[in-house]
């Protein structure tokens, strides 16, 4: 297992939010905040994952005092990260991630899954593109718009890193069956 420690924020600097790191197709990581308590709320992007064999397993430090919902989406920023679009259930462009009971099921599973370690402060969870049952069934956006306003080029970023969204969350949709 590789580990890696996410600094603060630097103050003052156009970027100073952004973090970066290499995962491997198969590999295991631990996500780490030391200066800082556990996020409630956690939205990492992810981009390269073109393959059904391209997943990861990361535990990443989370509140155990609440309970975590994840999901992966293929929408921009403005939309995947609002409680409406994480509550809006599984479809095309967003799967919610299946709970499991245990570290080493998420793991073994063929990905989409999740397992919260209330005890560590840990979600694990195996990023990839399968579902259990449906196969690969994430869509990426198939005619995204530029900063313009007009549809992007093949060469386009977006085509190239294919990028989707990991959120973890805590359901705060009234009333709160919407989030089961």
């Known amino acids: 297992m590789g580990n890696w420690q996410v600094d603060?924020?630097?103050s003052g600097w156009l970027l100073g939010h952004m973090r970066h790191f290499a995962a491997r197709p198969g590999g295991i990581?631990?996500?780490d905040f030391p200066a800082a308590p556990p996020p409630t709320d956690l939205a990492?992007?992810?981009e390269n994952m073109l393959n059904a064999s391209d997943t990861f397993v990361?535990?990443?430090r989370y509140s155990g005092s609440v309970?975590?919902?994840?999901?992966?989406?293929?929408y921009d920023y403005v939309h995947y990260i609002t409680d409406t679009h994480a509550a809006a259930?599984?479809?095309?462009?967003?799967?919610?991630?299946?709970?499991?009971?245990?570290r080493q099921a998420v793991i073994d599973s063929a990905g989409q899954t999740y397992w919260q370690d209330t005890a560590n402060n840990i979600v694990w969870v195996k990023v990839s593109l399968n579902h259990?049952?449906?196969?690969e069934v994430v869509q990426f956006k198939s005619n995204p718009l530029g900063i313009d306003g007009l549809p992007v080029g093949p060469l386009d970023e977006h085509y190239l890193y294919n990028p989707i969204h990991l959120r973890i969350w805590q359901c705060a949709?009234?009333?709160p069956a919407a989030c089961d």
Do not use: M
């Not at 259990?132 to 196969?135: D, I, Q």
């Open 89 to 102: 259930g599984s479809w095309a462009s967003k799967h919610d991630y299946t709970l499991l009971g245990s």
């Open 173 to 175: 949709v009234a009333p």
């Open 29 to 31: 990581y631990q996500l």
């Open 58 to 60: 990361i535990g990443i």
């Open 44 to 46: 990492v992007s992810i």
């Open 132 to 135: 259990p049952t449906l196969g």
């Open 67 to 74: 309970a975590a919902r994840v999901f992966i989406s293929t």
């Open 8 to 10: 603060g924020a630097e």
